[in-house]
C-alpha cells in the first residue's frame, strides 16, 4: 500500500478527529503499536495533530516490558491495526487503556473537529531507553527539538523532495525520527521496510535497488552486513547518501566498503548522537582519504544547533589527545525523563559555559579531541554499552536473569565471541537450587527484549568483587562457547556434513554438533546472515535468513531448507587466465596518476621494524623470497601496449634482478628506500632495506625495540607485508637491526590481504 500527501493529510486528520472524540487532549501521551507499514505513519501525524505526542510500543517486546512503559507512561489510548490487535497485552492491560485500531479511529470525520494548534516546546514523542534500576526510562522530545535538527542539518546534506528514504528501523528506535522526518521534512518518499525484510539484508538490497533509494541509514553493524550481500547483487541503485549512527562506526569495515566499490558515488557520513540529543549530535563525512585502519570513531564536529565539550570529572575542557567524557549543549536536548525529575537532574545539568539557565547533557561517553577539530569516540563511562546498534544498559540485562527462579546474584558483559561482540550472562544459584541456563535465558526473555537476553548463561559460584567491593566484570570468566550445548552429535548425511563445516567456520569453533543450535553457540543475527549465504554455497540451494532462524541446528537446517530452489552459482576464478590481465577501475587510476610522476612516493607504504638480537639474515631473505613466492599481487606490474595497461606477473627467479633486497650502511640510504616511489609499469611493489643499527655500526639509534609501520593503501594491498610465520626470529644482547618492508600498493584488495 502507498500514500500520496494528499491522502495522508486525509487520513492523519480522520485519526485526529477519531483521538479526540476518544478524550485525547493536548499534551496527552497516546500509544502506537502498528506493524511497520503506512499504518505507522499515519498513526504519528495523527497523533501529532491531534497535539499530543506518540509513545511507540515495539509488540516484538516482552510483554512485562511493554506493561511496564504503559503502566509509567500514562497513556490512556493506544493506537493498533489488524496485525498487532489481537496481542495479549491488551488483555493484560486496565480497564483505563483504551486500545483502538487505526481503522475505527480514522472513520471519524475530519471536517468535524477543530485543528488543535501544537506549541513548539510540546512533546512530539517520548521514547524508552534503558535505565540503570533495570527498567527502562522515557526520553521527552519536544516538537522544536526535531525541528531543529533538521534545520541544523540541512546545510550539511542536499536532500530534497526527490529522494527516497527507508524508515529501516523500529519505530521504537529513535534513528526512525531521522528517518521519517528527514523524508516527509523535505517532501521525499518514504519507504517503510517490514521487520522480516530488515532481517534479510539480501531482500533488504533488494528492496533498495526496486525503490530506487536515495537517502539510507544504518547502524554500523548492518552496514557490514549489507557490504557483503552488495557484492551479491550489484544491480544499479540509486543510493545518494549513507548515514551511519547508533554505535560506534569501524574505519576498517568503511575502507573496505571504497576497495568493493571505488565507483560508487554514494556519500559516507558519519553521525553521532543519542536519544536524549535528538537522535544526532555530530556530522562526518568520509571518504578513502579520512579513513584510515588504524583511526578510531571518528565523529567530527556538533551539528550548528550543539555543542560538544570533552570534560574532564569536575566539567573542566580537558587537553587535545586526552580522554574526557562528552557532554553536549545547545537546542536539541530532551525535556528530561518522564516522571523522573531526580534522574532529569543528574544527566541535564547546568552549563558552565553558556547563558544562564542553559543546560549540558552529560552523555556517559568517553571521547577524546584529535587534530584538524575532530573528536574520536571511544566507548561508554558507565555500564551501558552498544551491541549491535541497540543501546543496553547492564542492569536491566541482570534485572531479568534475577526473575529466574533460584538466581540470587547476576551479572552481564559483553565479551568477543565466536559472531563478533556477544552478550553474556553470570548467575549465582541461591543454596541447594538446581539453575538452569536455558531457563534463564527464558525467564529473561519475559521481561526484557530479545536483544539484551544473554546469548550464553554461566553459572558461578560467586560474583568477583574490586577492592572497593564494587562487581569486577572484568574478572568475570570467559565462556567456551564450542562448550554450550548437549553432548556431541556427529553430522551423518552429505548435506548435514556441509553445514557442519559451515557452522564451525561461521562460529570459529572446530566442531558443531548437529544437534546444537546456533545461536546457543554464540551466533546472533548478523552472524546469521553470513550463515545462511555460505549455507547456500555449500549447498547448492537457497537459503535464507528465516530459514536459519526457524531451523537453527544442522540437522534440522539441513530437513527444511533440502527442497529448496538451487542457489545462485558461487563466483570462481576465470579459468583459463587470459594472457592479458585488464586492471580494475582503481588500479587503472593508480595507474594514471603514477604515469604523471613515477617518482612520486604518494602511495607508498613504509614500516620500520627494530630488531633486537642475533639476527639471521640469510633467513630473513629467504622468508621474503617465500613471500613474494607465494602471493602473485606482490610480483604485479603494469606495462602497458599502445596506451592499454594490463596485469604482468613476474616470475620469482626475477626477485635478485629486481633489487627487492638491499642491505645499506647508512641513514640516509634507509630514508631513501622508504621515500622513493615506484614506477608501477616495471617495478614490483616491494622493498626490504635492511640497515645494521648496533653499537659496532654507525648509527645513532643504538640497541633497542622499535616497529614503525608507516605508508598509505588507498587501493590495495595493505601495509605490513611479512605475515607472521614469515617474521624473523631475533633473540640478543648485541644491538638492533632495522628492516623497511615497503608495499606501493596498487593491487585491488580483492587480493588476500598480507600482514
Known amino acids: ?341 531526580d534522574l532529569t537532574g543528574t544527566r541535564f545539568v547546568a552549563d558552565p559555559f553558556g547563558e544562564p539557565g542553559s543546560r549540558l547533557y552529560r552523555t556517559g561517553d568517553v571521547a577524546r579531541r584529535v587534530g584538524g577539530g575532530d573528536i574520536e569516540y571511544v566507548g561508554r563511562a558507565d555500564t551501558q554499552v552498544q551491541l549491535r546498534g541497540f543501546r543496553i544498559e547492564f542492569g536491566e540485562v541482570e534485572a531479568g536473569m534475577l526473575t529466574a527462579d533460584g538466581v540470587v546474584g547476576a551479572a552481564a558483559r559483553i565479551v568477543g565471541g565466536p559472531s563478533g561482540d556477544t552478550l553474556v550472562g553470570y548467575v549465582v544459584a541461591d543454596t541447594g537450587a538446581d539453575v538452569d541456563p536455558v531457563a534463564v535465558q527464558e525467564s529473561a526473555g519475559r521481561v526484557v527484549p530479545a536483544y539484551m537476553v544473554p546469548t550464553v548463561v554461566l553459572v558461578v559460584d560467586a560474583l568477583p568483587l574490586t577492592a572497593n567491593g564494587k562487581l569486577d566484570r572484568d574478572a568475570l570468566p570467559e565462556p567456551d562457547f564450542g562448550s554450550v550445548g548437549d553432548a556431541f552429535v556427529a553430522p551423518v548425511t552429505p548435506g548435514e556434513a556441509a553445514l557442519a563445516d559451515v557452522f564451525a567456520e561461521v562460529l570459529g569453533l572446530d566442531e558443531v554438533s548437529v544437534t546444537a543450535s546456533f545461536f546457543d553457540m554464540g551466533g546472533n543475527s548478523l552472524s546469521a546472515m553470513r550463515l545462511a549465504a555460505r549455507a547456500a554455497d555449500a549447498l547448492g540451494v537457497a537459503v535464507s535468513v528465516r530459514d536459519v532462524f526457524a531451523a537453527p541446528t544442522i540437522g534440522l537446517l539441513a530437513q527444511s531448507v533440502a527442497g529448496n530452489a538451487a542457489a545462485l552459482a558461487p563466483v570462481v576464478p576465470v579459468h583459463p587466465r587470459p594472457q592479458r590481465i585488464p586492471l580494475s577501475f582503481a588500479q587503472q587510476r593508480v595507474w594514471f596518476i603514477n604515469r604523471f610522476d613515477p617518482t612520486a612516493a604518494t602511495y607508498n607504504i613504509p614500516a620500520v621494524l627494530r630488531l633486537t638480537g642475533s639476527l639471521d639474515v640469510d633467513a630473513l631473505r629467504q622468508s621474503v623470497i617465500d613471500v613474494l613466492g607465494r602471493h602473485e599481487v606482490l610480483r604485479t606490474s603494469f606495462p602497458s601496449d599502445d596506451g592499454v595497461p594490463f596485469q604482468q606477473v613476474g616470475d620469482i627467479a626475477e626477485f635478485d634482478a629486481r633489487g627487492i633486497w638491499q642491505v645499506v650502511d647508512t641513514d640516509d640510504a634507509l630514508f631513501a628506500s622508504a621515500t622513493t616511489g615506484f614506477d608501477v609499469t616495471t617495478q614490483w611493489p616491494l622493498r626490504v632495506t635492511l640497515r645494521d643499527a648496533s653499537p659496532s655500526g654507525s648509527a645513532p639509534q643504538g640497541a633497542g625495540q622499535e616497529a614503525s609501520p608507516s605508508g598509505s593503501a588507498p587501493q590495495g594491498a595493505g601495509g605490513g607485508v611479512l605475515p607472521s610465520g614469515s617474521a624473523p626470529q631475533g633473540a640478543g644482547e648485541d644491538g638492533t637491526t632495522f628492516l623497511i618492508p615497503e608495499a606501493d600498493a596498487t593491487k585491488e584488495r580483492g587480493s588476500r590481504r598480507v600482514r
Not at 510500543?57 to 490512556?76: C, E, M
Not at 527502562?136 to 535538527?149: A, N, Q, S
Open 1 to 341: 500500500e502507498s500514500l500520496t500527501y494528499a491522502r495522508l493529510a486525509e487520513r492523519t486528520d480522520a485519526v485526529a478527529a477519531g483521538l479526540r472524540e476518544r478524550g485525547v487532549a493536548a499534551g496527552d501521551l497516546v500509544g502506537v503499536a502498528t506493524a511497520r507499514s503506512v499504518d505507522v505513519v499515519t498513526a504519528i501525524v495523527g497523533v501529532l495533530k491531534a497535539g499530543a505526542a506518540y509513545l511507540p510500543l515495539d509488540v516484538t517486546n516482552p510483554i512485562g516490558r511493554l506493561q511496564h512503559i504503559v503502566s509509567d507512561s500514562g497513556v490512556s489510548v493506544v493506537l493498533t491495526d489488524t496485525s498487532t490487535d489481537g496481542h495479549p497485552l491488551w488483555d493484560a492491560l486496565g480497564a483505563d487503556v483504551v486500545v483502538a485500531d487505526i481503522g475505527e479511529v480514522a472513520k471519524a470525520a475530519a471536517s468535524s473537529s477543530t485543528p488543535v494548534a501544537v506549541l513548539p516546546d510540546s512533546r512530539a514523542y517520548v521514547i524508552y531507553t534503558s535505565g540503570s534500576t533495570g527498567l527502562p526510562k522515557g526520553v521527552e522530545v519536544t516538537h522544536r527539538d526535531v525541528v531543529t535538527l533538521l534545520d541544523a542539518t540541512a546545510g550539511d546534506f542536499e536532500f530534497g523532495a526527490d529522494d527516497v528514504w527507508t524508515m529501516f528501523h523500529s519505530y521504537a528506535f529513535d534513528f526512525s525520527v531521522w528517518e521519517l522526518w528527514g523524508a516527509l521534512f523535505y517532501g521525499g518518499r518514504c519507504v517503510i521496510v517490514d521487520r522480516d525484510i530488515a532481517r534479510d539484508v539480501d531482500a533488504f538490497v533488494e528492496l533498495v535497488v526496486a525503490e530506487g533509494v536515495t537517502v539510507l541509514n544504518q547502524t554500523p553493524s548492518a552496514f557490514y552486513q549489507l557490504i557483503d550481500a552488495r557484492r551479491r547483487n550489484e544491480n544499479p541503485w540509486a543510493v545518494r547518501y549513507f548515514v551511519f549512527g547508533g554505535e560506534a562506526l569501524s574505519f576498517e569495515q568503511v575502507r573496505r566498503w571504497f576497495d568493493l566499490f571505488p565507483g560508487d558515488p554514494a556519500r559516507l557520513v558519519n553521525m553521532y548522537g543519542i536519544t536524549e540529543t535528538t537522535v544526532h549530535v555530530s556530522f562526518r563525512e568520509l571518504d578513502r582519504a579520512a579513513v584510515s585502519a588504524d583511526d578510531g570513531s571518528l565523529i567530527g564536529r556538533p551539528l550548528s544547533s550543539l555543542g560538544i565539550h570533552v570534560l574532564d570529572a569536575r566539567l573542566r575542557p580537558v587537553p587535545v589527545d586526552v580522554l574526557g567524557e562528552m557532554y553536549v549543549a545547545g537546542g536539541q536536548l530532551a525535556q528530561g525523563y518522564l516522571g523522573r525529575p
